[in-house]
């Protein structure tokens, strides 16, 4: 087990930037067993702990002045259960790795989220999704979990085996444990045929409904100061496999969705008053297209452009108005929006604290390019978001607490009673916890 104190460079910050915390020491076990004893310590030494992937949470989630938990070492695939259709993971593995693994063996996740560089416990403990109709959030794709609780024993979880700590735990915010390991539900292999198209705003939104109805996965991102937005359609198809050819492939999704979109980016921080003219140019520069390949190289894609990212969660029937407000606001304003607003949905799911319980839902995502200002642009559109009961997603940027959540989950109290017994102490504390969970 590495264990290491903070010095003078001991600063954790998240991808974003916009989070730093400076904990007291670090420590990476290369087993549960070890991660249990780190926990241990930390409690004889009256220090919090809290687990860290990639940083990839926009909020405060895993921040710790006390030990900060790096999983590094806990990856891999413990099983693979061909019978039971289930994959046990350990929890440090990035989400890339397993999609690669889980297509050498002719396996695959049902549904996944569009970037893959998070580790599976840090995607699912922090609600991470895709988009579908029928098909939900990593998190619902979770047969059992594994996790160390405040007193260092290690307690496993299902739908049989302690069901009330599974029912909260495969959306657990760090809150109740650090998760060891996962078993996911996955499926033979399949293909899908994405089809890409450039979409009017109001076309969209007129013709949502039935293009939520008619396409098992439907995203589109709209482009502020502009009424154009890119649509995104995946389905299962019986192939041929034809994927995106490598030239192609590289000149839109490096070359112009990354290369060229971080110029832009420069460009428009500089000079804000140029983001509208170069909205429309972006909002103009991909072209409509078709492939056809395995889920992980549909669904997910390369993010390379570093950002702020807000994301509530609204009922799916309240999303055309909250998108029309959304715009209205931009438009009427003086904010200089220059990244794309991305909206996808997911089922209804029964996961305690998910963004999903107990209701069809629709998401919208926005985003600021790193170092720009974004709170007045946050504020106005939390203002929106709210007002349809949305629920922020727990790894991104938000101002809500526990009085605010516990009205709009009616299962809240159920997880916060549950963290109650599991961990008294509050071992796995920290301040963003502390807001959103209550003390």
């Not at 909002?283 to 889920?295: C, E």
Request: proline share 5%; hydrophobic share 40%.
């Amino acid at each position: 087990m590495s264990i290491t104190a903070s010095g003078k460079n001991g600063t954790w910050r998240n991808w974003g930037g916009n989070v730093a915390a400076r904990p007291a020491r670090e420590v990476m076990p290369a087993s549960v067993q070890e991660l249990a004893a780190a926990v241990r310590r930390a409690a004889e030494d009256g220090l919090q702990v809290k687990a860290v992937g990639t940083g990839h949470s926009f909020t405060a989630i895993a921040a710790t002045d006390g030990v900060l938990i790096r999983p590094q070492l806990l990856t891999g695939i413990r099983n693979i259960d061909r019978d039971a259709m289930t994959v046990t993971v350990e929890a440090g593995t990035p989400l890339k790795r397993l999609n690669m693994a889980l297509a050498r063996e002719g396996l695959s996740l049902t549904n996944m989220g569009d970037i893959m560089e998070q580790t599976v416990s840090g995607a699912t403990s922090t609600g991470t999704h895709g988009t579908g109709r029928d098909s939900a959030s990593i998190a619902a794709q979770i047969k059992g979990l594994e996790l160390v609780t405040a007193d260092g024993s290690v307690l496993t979880c299902s739908a049989k085996e302690n069901p009330d700590v599974f029912a909260a735990a495969r959306i657990g915010l760090g809150a109740l444990g650090i998760v060891t390991a996962i078993t996911f539900a996955v499926e033979p292999v399949f293909l899908l045929t994405a089809r890409e198209e450039p979409m009017p705003f109001e076309k969209v939104l007129a013709d949502f409904d039935q293009l939520w109805t008619e396409n098992e996965h439907f995203e589109f991102y709209w482009f502020p100061h502009t009424g154009n937005t890119n649509t995104k359609r995946n389905n299962r198809s019986a192939g041929p496999e034809q994927p995106v050819g490598q030239l192609s492939g590289w000149f839109e999704d490096e070359f112009l969705s990354n290369g060229v979109f971080q110029v832009a980016q420069w460009v428009g921080r500089a000079a804000p008053a140029t983001v509208p003219a170069i909205a429309r140019i972006s909002s103009r520069a991909l072209s409509a297209r078709t492939y056809t390949d395995i889920p992980y190289k549909v669904f997910t894609s390369p993010r390379r452009v570093r950002f702020v990212e807000m994301e509530y969660a609204v009922p799916r029937e309240a999303l055309v108005e909250t998108l029309r407000e959304l715009k209205a606001m931009v438009d009427r304003s003086r904010l200089k929006v220059s990244f794309p607003v991305e909206v996808r949905t997911a089922p209804a799911d029964d996961i305690t604290l998910s963004t999903a319980s107990g209701r069809d839902t629709a998401y919208v995502a926005i985003h600021m390019f790193r170092g720009t200002p974004y709170h007045a642009y946050f504020t106005a559109a939390e203002r929106i978001f709210t007002a349809h009961e949305g629920r922020p997603h727990w790894g991104k940027v938000h101002t809500r607490d526990a009085g605010y959540f516990a009205g709009v989950y009616p299962r809240f109290g159920e997880f916060t009673a549950l963290r109650d017994r599991l961990d008294p102490e509050r071992r796995f504390q920290n301040d963003y916890l502390r807001r959103v969970l209550g003390p």
